[in-house]
């Protein structure tokens, strides 16, 4: 192909292009295919160590794969395998030695992929209600993963966050990863599928790469994205960590779905992370359509700022800021700014007719692509 598509352009000027890959049926690195268009057009004031996990049991043998640690002179990043290739930890190097969490660190031996610095979403971001939706005509069914006797009743993040991967390959600064769902049980997903995740460390950037396959005979809706938790605070205790991320529309949200299509009226906290500034006080779970591919994040006090640049086809954006309600409402030590191709809840709003949903229909043998890059700078 001797054009690139909107998503490779966007990638090739930021000196990223996405080298998605699978060594055994052509998907060959630096080979790059253009993206499916949518179906409708605690505080880090001190160093904490990179701590490894002990070896499991024979009988807990996918728990006995270590983390993979990729290191450069500023950056490290500690991927886990065994859960869904995910982040564990991803760090800058900062005073006296040490290396200070850039995303929230997962603890040693993390079983749960909701605790990973970061976890891929696929082959859907999110919620699903009912834990079901109609595509081509026929009701699909997907197991409930929300907690018994818990409304209303989803199945969430997709089906890889919690799977073993297959190491396809990996170097000092890279790691390559593989889901194929016909090697798996139980997978929460009425078709085949192969997910891939490439990771590197460039200088002063993390660059990950995302693809999803449509193994079956028959097409399927789709959608892939990241979770990453990042920290308020980083090398200061009295940092006031700042947020920009320009949208176009905001979704009205109750209990993390769209209670309708997305508005582009005015709101002051689509108007406030356009501008960029603190991250609001109050909890946060917002959810936006028109994401405009770039969000900043800026720690004023530890003069640190991470610039996250994405794909055109990551159009929407959640960002979810927790609180603890123990003794009072206070902010929890991380947030979430999440670039996902589809919005919550996206496959029945899209059997609805509601257009610019984010579903996409991945045809048989058909991918889709994203590219995410971070950059961490120093002000």
Not at 92 to 103: D, E, F, H, S, V
């Given at each position: 192909?001797?054009?690139?598509?909107?998503?490779?352009g966007?990638?090739?000027a930021?000196?990223?292009?996405?080298?998605?890959?699978?060594?055994?049926d052509?998907w060959?690195?630096?080979?790059?295919?253009?993206?499916?268009?949518?179906?409708h057009?605690p505080?880090?004031?001190?160093?904490?160590?990179?701590?490894?996990?002990?070896?499991a049991?024979?009988?807990?043998i996918?728990?006995a794969m270590?983390?993979?640690?990729?290191?450069?002179?500023?950056?490290?990043?500690?991927?886990?395998?065994?859960?869904?290739?995910?982040?564990a930890?991803?760090?800058?190097a900062?005073?006296a030695?040490?290396?200070?969490p850039?995303?929230?660190?997962?603890?040693?031996?993390?079983?749960?992929?909701?605790?990973?610095a970061?976890?891929?979403?696929?082959?859907?971001c999110n919620?699903v209600?009912d834990?079901a939706?109609?595509?081509?005509?026929?009701?699909?069914?997907l197991?409930?993963?929300?907690a018994p006797?818990?409304t209303?009743?989803?199945?969430?993040?997709g089906d890889v966050?919690?799977?073993?991967?297959?190491?396809?390959?990996?170097?000092p600064?890279?790691?390559?990863?593989?889901?194929?769902?016909r090697?798996h049980e139980?997978?929460?997903?009425?078709?085949a599928?192969?997910?891939?995740?490439?990771?590197?460390?460039?200088?002063?950037?993390l660059?990950?790469?995302?693809?999803?396959r449509?193994d079956d005979?028959?097409?399927?809706?789709?959608?892939l994205?990241l979770?990453?938790?990042?920290?308020?605070?980083?090398?200061?205790d009295?940092?006031?960590?700042?947020?920009?991320?320009?949208?176009?529309?905001?979704?009205?949200?109750?209990?993390?779905?769209p209670?309708?299509?997305?508005?582009?009226?005015?709101?002051?906290?689509?108007?406030?992370?356009?501008?960029?500034?603190?991250?609001?006080?109050?909890?946060?779970?917002?959810?936006?359509?028109?994401?405009?591919?770039?969000?900043?994040?800026?720690w004023?006090q530890s003069?640190?700022?991470?610039?996250?640049?994405?794909?055109?086809?990551?159009?929407h954006?959640?960002?979810?800021?927790?609180?603890?309600?123990a003794?009072?409402?206070?902010?929890?030590?991380?947030?979430?700014v999440?670039?996902?191709?589809?919005v919550?809840?996206?496959?029945?709003?899209?059997a609805?007719?509601?257009?610019g949903?984010?579903t996409?229909?991945?045809?048989?043998?058909?991918?889709?692509?994203?590219?995410?890059a971070m950059?961490?700078?120093a002000?």
């Amino acid at each position: 192909m001797g054009v690139l598509s909107k998503d490779e352009g966007a990638a090739a000027a930021r000196g990223h292009v996405c080298l998605s890959a699978h060594h055994a049926d052509g998907w060959t690195r630096g080979h790059v295919r253009p993206a499916v268009m949518p179906a409708h057009a605690p505080p880090a004031a001190r160093p904490t160590p990179l701590r490894h996990r002990r070896a499991a049991a024979a009988s807990d043998i996918l728990w006995a794969m270590p983390l993979i640690v990729l290191e450069n002179a500023r950056l490290r990043l500690a991927l886990d395998p065994a859960l869904g290739a995910g982040i564990a930890d991803f760090s800058l190097a900062g005073p006296a030695k040490g290396w200070y969490p850039i995303m929230r660190r997962a603890a040693p031996e993390e079983r749960n992929p909701s605790n990973l610095a970061c976890f891929t979403m696929a082959p859907w971001c999110n919620r699903v209600r009912d834990a079901a939706f109609t595509f081509a005509g026929a009701q699909r069914a997907l197991r409930p993963t929300s907690a018994p006797g818990v409304t209303p009743i989803v199945a969430q993040h997709g089906d890889v966050r919690a799977r073993a991967w297959t190491i396809l390959d990996r170097s000092p600064i890279s790691a390559r990863f593989a889901f194929t769902s016909r090697e798996h049980e139980r997978v929460n997903f009425p078709w085949a599928f192969t997910a891939l995740i490439r990771y590197e460390l460039r200088d002063d950037r993390l660059l990950i790469d995302l693809a999803l396959r449509n193994d079956d005979a028959e097409p399927f809706p789709a959608g892939l994205g990241l979770h990453p938790y990042f920290v308020r605070r980083l090398l200061r205790d009295d940092d006031a960590v700042e947020l920009r991320a320009p949208c176009r529309t905001r979704y009205p949200i109750r209990d993390g779905l769209p209670t309708s299509p997305a508005t582009p009226a005015p709101d002051p906290l689509m108007d406030a992370l356009a501008r960029g500034g603190p991250l609001p006080r109050e909890p946060l779970g917002a959810v936006f359509g028109g994401f405009d591919g770039s969000a900043t994040i800026t720690w004023p006090q530890s003069r640190v700022r991470l610039v996250m640049t994405c794909s055109p086809t990551l159009g929407h954006l959640v960002v979810f800021a927790p609180h603890s309600t123990a003794g009072g409402s206070s902010a929890l030590p991380y947030f979430a700014v999440e670039p996902v191709s589809n919005v919550n809840d996206a496959f029945n709003l899209h059997a609805q007719g509601h257009a610019g949903t984010g579903t996409l229909v991945l045809q048989p043998g058909q991918r889709l692509e994203a590219c995410y890059a971070m950059v961490v700078e120093a002000l």
